[in-house]
T-cell receptor
Framework: AQSVTQLGSHVSVSEGALVLLRCNYS??????LFWYVQYPNQGLQLLLK??????LVKGINGFEAEFKKSETSFHLTKPSAHMSDAAEYFC????????????FGTGTQLKVEL | EPEVTQTPSHQVTQMGQEVILRCVPI?????FYWYRQILGQKVEFLVS????????KSEIFDDQFSVERPDGSNFTLKIRSTKLEDSAMYFC?????????????FGPGTRLTVT
């Protein structure tokens, strides 16, 4: 069975500070991992994906994430937070093969303060 | 840029009524999904659909739920007799299913309120 754990349901950073959102996964087969962002009253937008190529993946809006198999982690980072980054972020896990479901973490609400 | 669309954006219904939520997936995608998100909780998988049949469903997706692709563009989720606990945001998603491109693209959601 697959599972995703996001540590910290709420993270608050100052504008310009480093953003670090944590995601750990459990999977019996090689996983595919994704970060999605949800702005208030909107749907889920794909930020970035890991699909077994490069372990450091870059996404939109300056975000990146590193797949670490030894730590079963896929943490999301951004060097400098912007007010517009305030949103909820979801880590999701999929497995090989088209059409397989995504298993989501519980989400992390990011707050960016002046 | 192609996107998944969903209608309506918000639906209010009374307990016991049938509702149909509609989605138009991205046109060249082959796999379609429904997920739901109860307020304050995580996004949960309901069902996946490929080649005109269900490929996987969760334990949430019981006999009260059904999905259909009535034509070449729409993908619907029907709840036959709604319960209070069906109140949630329902997301439709689609993916190409091509090797190496397993990301799913989500629509904006339909907020279902059962009273």
């Amino acid at each position: 069975a697959q599972s995703v754990t996001q540590l910290g349901s709420h993270v608050s950073v100052s504008e310009g500070a480093l953003v670090l959102l944590r995601c750990n996964y459990s999977s019996s087969v090689p996983p595919y991992l994704f970060w999605y962002v949800q702005y208030p009253n909107q749907g889920l937008q794909l930020l970035l994906k890991y699909t077994s190529a490069a372990t450091l993946v870059k996404g939109i809006n300056g975000f990146e994430a590193e797949f670490k198999k030894s730590e079963t982690s896929f943490h999301l980072t951004k060097p400098s937070a912007h007010m517009s980054d305030a949103a909820e972020y979801f880590c999701a896990l999929g497995i090989t093969g088209g059409g397989n479901k995504l298993t989501f973490g519980t989400g992390t609400q990011l707050k960016v303060e002046l | 840029e192609p996107e998944v669309t969903q209608t309506p954006s918000h639906q209010v219904t009374q307990m016991g009524q049938e509702v149909i939520l509609r989605c138009v997936p991205i046109s060249n995608h082959l796999y379609f999904y429904w997920y739901r998100q109860i307020l304050g909780q995580k996004v949960e998988f309901l069902v996946s659909f490929y080649n005109n049949e269900i490929s996987e469903k969760s334990e949430i997706f019981d006999d009260q739920f059904s999905v259909e692709r009535p034509d070449g563009s729409n993908f619907t989720l029907k709840i036959r007799s709604t319960k209070l606990e069906d109140s949630a945001m329902y997301f439709c998603a689609s993916s190409t299913g091509l090797a190496g491109t397993y990301e799913q693209y989500f629509g904006p959601g339909t907020r279902l309120t059962v009273t």
